[in-house]
């Protein structure tokens, strides 16, 4: 097949590999004039309007702005029907071959849990939290995904779940996903698996669920049209963890039917209180612009020393965006009081939060922070931005409390309040060890999960 490739950044230089010669690149396209008319690999860099004088079967759209390219090529005079994404391009060379051992027998117990990257963050720990309840009750569980942490995979492994990472899986069609067949229950966890979840629903009933904020819905805007109309395929059912994360996909994708399904975590079963003169605070997720760290701490910045002296501060996660990372970093190391920790694995965390009081979530939003859930199982204060789906189990000064998203005065006057009466706290946090019990338990999931068709 005669193809021209659209976009010679970062996805060609990262995919250039994967070509594998069965198909002939005639030509590239950018919209970069400094590239246009030099060559690539020995191949001629075209302006897209020359499209029209190229002999071609296909065209390959390489880039993150495919949405954009895309629209320039139609309104260029191409076909729809020559237009491919580069990630279902290379995902339709591959054969997915699953081992023998993942393949379940015909009327065993058995579920197929498909999710997006493997890693300590929300989507993915309520994937291997499912797992695990549905293996205490009896289900033989895999859990497939696009990509993993490997600390991650060997550490839930060990748990009983088997896992299968296939860089394609977003992309795969039936040929290629056959296998997922043998499982009684098929469960798509996340947004971003929504092709997959379409796929197998052609084929088999298949339970999409829904974990994201309104930022996740851009990442698969190439296939919208597509993804509109196949959820309403009869074998689709779709859940949502909370009311936010229902409403996120009504406005970004389509209206349809969607249920409530939270998820559930483990009861660690410890419940401790931080002791001291000293309230410990801790701020847990990603270090990202949307998780706002550097607005909690230049809300700490504003605050009076006679406070902050009595508080300590900790930052916990992964650096997703390197350069906003620097920024948090540096912020926190000109304050005596803050704290950078890292990224902390499970048994770390565990650990954390028999040390800590408060748990500040300043997020821009959150579906449903699996970190508050954390918190309220574990009978800690939870201090949220209204902007979480949190925020609709919390009754303000009762079982913890809600700042206005971007408010620094209402975010300060909520830690001093807390700094100030240390006294009731206990007692809040134990009225949010209620709602965890009261919608978060793992068995309460499992009773929810064994209902899917």
Known sequence: MRIVVFGTGKAYRENRDRFDGED??????????????????HIAVHPPENISNLDYEKIIIMSDF??????????????????????????GKIKAVVPKDFVCAEGEKSCLIITFTLGYHGGA??????????????????????????????????????????????????NQLEWAATFEKIIVNTYPMVLCALEI?????????????DNIYPT??????????????KNIKLYAVS????????????????????YG?????????????ILRFAVIGSIHPIKQQLFLLQTLAAMAEEKMDKAEFIIIGRAEDAEYAQRVCAMADAMERVQVAGELQ?????????QIDVVVIPSIYEALSIVATEAMMNGKICVISDNTGNAGFITPGENGFVFRNGDQEDLSEKIVWCIEHRDKLREIGENARKVYEANFTMKKMGDRLVQLP
């Open 201 to 213: 629903g052609r084929h088999r009933p298949v339970s999409l669920w829904l974990h994201e904020s």
């Open 220 to 233: 698969m805007q190439y296939w919208i049209e597509r993804i509109r109309e196949g959820v309403f395929e």
């Open 265 to 277: 975590i483990p009861d660690t079963g410890e419940c401790a209180k931080g002791k001291g003169e």
């Open 346 to 354: 499970r048994r770390e965390m565990d650990m954390v939060y028999r």
């Open 66 to 91: 495919a949405v954009e390219m895309r629209r320039q090529l139609l309104a260029l005079g191409c076909e729809s029907d020559t237009l491919i994404h580069y990630r279902e391009y290379f995902s």
């Open 125 to 174: 720990m309520v994937a291997v939290y499912a797992a695990r309840e549905l293996i205490q009750r009896g289900y033989k569980v895999t859990i497939a995904a696009p990509d993993g942490n490997a600390l991650f995979i060997e550490e839930f492994r060990k748990t009983g779940i088997k896992f299968i990472v296939n860089r394609d899986l977003p992309y795969l069609k039936w």
């Open 243 to 262: 009311n936010n994360a229902r409403q996120n996909f009504i406005n970004n994708v389509t209206a349809c039917d969607i249920e409530i399904l939270p």
């Open 24 to 41: 002939e690149i005639v030509a590239f396209l950018d919209n970069d004039q400094k590239k246009q008319g030099g060559f690539l690999d």
